[in-house]
């Protein structure tokens, strides 16, 4: 398959910005795995990764990353301005009407509903790229070490500085398998 083009970088990020509300990163890898072809399980999760240890919006960085993998600066340009092209305006809109309206039961409680669609997203799709990925038991590790330490709210610098030398080894030792 030949390297998309920048533009077709650009519309594919404006569609995975504005439907992928409350897991973009969810809705990114379907497009640029499954649907597209682009990259390969193990290239998104190896970028996805890259974007998270990053400081700034994960969703951006990853983007970043992809857009400048097939495009270069310009491509990188391209998948960025995609992705919040289109949900900014929309933002800009409820924004408007949640001042209006953003105190009533009704608003509040599909916030929650939504809210809580979105952590299922992002667990869905971490546990769908897990089975693909088939991970190690020591990348496994590292994995649930990470859980471990969010569920304690231990601090993020902390969590990748501390994890990053046993996730290189493991998977340095998976390499040599």
């Known amino acids: ?33 499954e649907k597209r ?7 998104y999760a190896e970028t996805l990764g890259i974007g998270q240890v990053l400081p700034g919006p994960n969703a951006l960085n990853t983007a970043i990353g992809v857009g400048e993998r097939f495009g270069g600066a310009m491509g990188a340009l391209a998948c960025a301005l995609g992705l919040f092209a289109g949900p900014m305006a929309l933002l800009a809109g409820i924004a408007a009407l949640y001042d209006a309206y953003g105190e009533l039961p009704l608003v509040r409680a599909t916030l929650t509903g939504i809210a809580a669609a979105a952590a ?16 190690t038991w020591p990348l496994v590790a590292v994995g649930l070490a990470a859980l471990a ?14 994890l990053a030398p046993f996730g290189l080894a493991a998977a340095w030792w998976a390499l040599r398998k």
């Open 37 to 43: 072809g682009w990259l390969t399980e193990q290239e």
């Open 149 to 162: 330490l969010a569920w304690l709210r231990a601090p993020l610098p902390f969590v990748v500085l501390g």
């Open 1 to 33: 398959m030949s390297a998309p083009s920048n533009r077709d970088l650009f519309f594919t990020y404006l569609q995975i910005g504005l439907t992928g509300f409350g897991g973009v990163n969810a809705w990114a890898r379907h497009m640029l795995v």
């Open 120 to 135: 299922g997203m992002v667990l869905g799709t971490a546990i769908k790229m897990g089975v693909k990925l088939k991970p």
